[in-house]
C-alpha cells in the first residue's frame, strides 16, 4: 500500500521559512514524478511546483525565485524549501506523486495535506 506522509507546516511570520517533507512508503516502488500543490480557504486547490524522476522541476509564477523542490531518492522523500513566505502562501500544502508498483501499476497517491499559516 503505497502511501504519502507530509509534515514541517506551522505557523512562520512574513519574510520567514519553512520546509515541508513528503515521504512516500509502501515497499518496493518507483517514483515517477512528484508534485506539491496548496489550497487556500474558499479557492481551489492549485499546482505549485512539480518534479521528474529525471530531475527536472517546474513551479508557478507565484513561488519562482521563493520555493525549492528537493528529492531525496535515497529515502523517497520529497522536500519543498519555502523562502520569503507571505501571508498569501497561507494554505493547506499537499503533495501527490505518480508512483509505480510491481503489483498495481502506476497510479496517483496523495498525502493528507499540512497546513502552512504566515503572519503579517
Known amino acids: 500500500q503505497v502511501q504519502l506522509a507530509e509534515s514541517g507546516g506551522g505557523l512562520v511570520q512574513t519574510g520567514g521559512s519553512l520546509r515541508l517533507s513528503c515521504v512516500v512508503s509502501?515497499?518496493?516502488?518507483?517514483?515517477?514524478?512528484m508534485r506539491w500543490h496548496r489550497q487556500a480557504p474558499g479557492r481551489p486547490r492549485e499546482s505549485i511546483a512539480s518534479l521528474t524522476g529525471r530531475g527536472d522541476a517546474n513551479y508557478h509564477d507565484s513561488i519562482k525565485g521563493r520555493f525549492t523542490v528537493i528529492r531525496n531518492n535515497g529515502e523517497n522523500t520529497v522536500y519543498l524549501q519555502m523562502n520569503s513566505l507571505r501571508p498569501e502562501d497561507s494554505a493547506v500544502y499537499y503533495c501527490?506523486?505518480?508512483?509505480?508498483?510491481?503489483?498495481?501499476?502506476?497510479?496517483?497517491?496523495w498525502g493528507q495535506g499540512t497546513q502552512v499559516t504566515v503572519s503579517s
Open positions: 509502501g515497499g518496493r516502488l518507483i517514483i515517477n514524478e
Open positions: 501527490s506523486a505518480n508512483v509505480w508498483t510491481a503489483t498495481t501499476g502506476s497510479n496517483d497517491y
